[in-house]
């Protein structure tokens, strides 16, 4: 049985297609093809480009223009989440300076139960360089099995639609160059991690 979920915050939409039994089973497993959510379009210019969307109002993660999509399930009042931003970001930045990378991996944050002013207040205090998305009423975050924060997914994107878990795990990215070539690797892209 299939639910389709949306919710409203203020000038945000964000919608989740899933199986309902998929809800309750915990966290996507890599294989799996990511239940189908569908985020608003960032208001800012330069976070559409990097994304390689257009400006309508809504989207979903199959139409990231990249071939890896990892995707930070966090809360702004998760000190582990606080404490691993500086990681994330210089994830990030590694990928963005790397132009074997840079086009075929992008990086996006969800903030589980934080309304849009928590998660603008998260990303300025950490100066987040990727985009970020509120979840206020959790509708994502319960597609995504109640997961704990932080907690990280990467997607594959492949050309038939489908968006294929390749990585799902929580706590800490851990040491940024062994998490890039694990992604690289199990995506099939350049392995080559310049340190």
């Known amino acids: 049985m299939k639910r389709l979920v949306f919710f409203a915050l ?27 959510i569908t985020l608003p379009i960032p208001e800012v210019a330069a976070e559409r480009q990097y994304l390689g969307l257009s400006e ?5 993660i199959s139409e990231i223009k990249s071939r ?3 995707i930070e399930i966090f809360s702004m ?8 931003a500086p990681v994330v970001n210089s994830l990030y930045r590694k990928i963005a300076a790397n132009p074997l990378w840079k ?10 139960g934080n309304s849009p002013f928590e998660v603008d207040i998260f990303k300025k205090k950490y100066d987040i360089p990727f985009p970020l998305f509120p979840d206020m009423d959790f509708i994502v975050h ?12 990467a997607v594959q994107l492949e ?3 489908v968006v294929r878990v390749i990585f799902s795990e929580l706590g800490g990215l851990g040491e940024v160059d062994a998490f890039l070539n694990l992604i690289l690797k199990r995506a099939g892209i350049n392995q080559g991690v310049e340190k």
């Open 77 to 84: 009042y998760c000190p582990y989440c606080q404490r691993e």
């Open 10 to 36: 203020g000038s945000w939409l964000c919608f989740v297609n899933v199986h309902s039994k998929a809800m309750a089973e915990g966290p996507p497993k890599t294989g799996e093809s990511l239940p189908s």
């Open 103 to 112: 086009d075929h991996i992008k990086v996006i944050g969800i903030g589980a």
């Open 68 to 70: 890896v999509v990892i």
């Open 56 to 60: 309508t109002k809504t989207f979903k």
């Open 142 to 153: 319960k597609a995504f099995g109640d997961v704990r924060t932080p907690y990280f997914i």
């Open 159 to 161: 050309e038939n639609g």
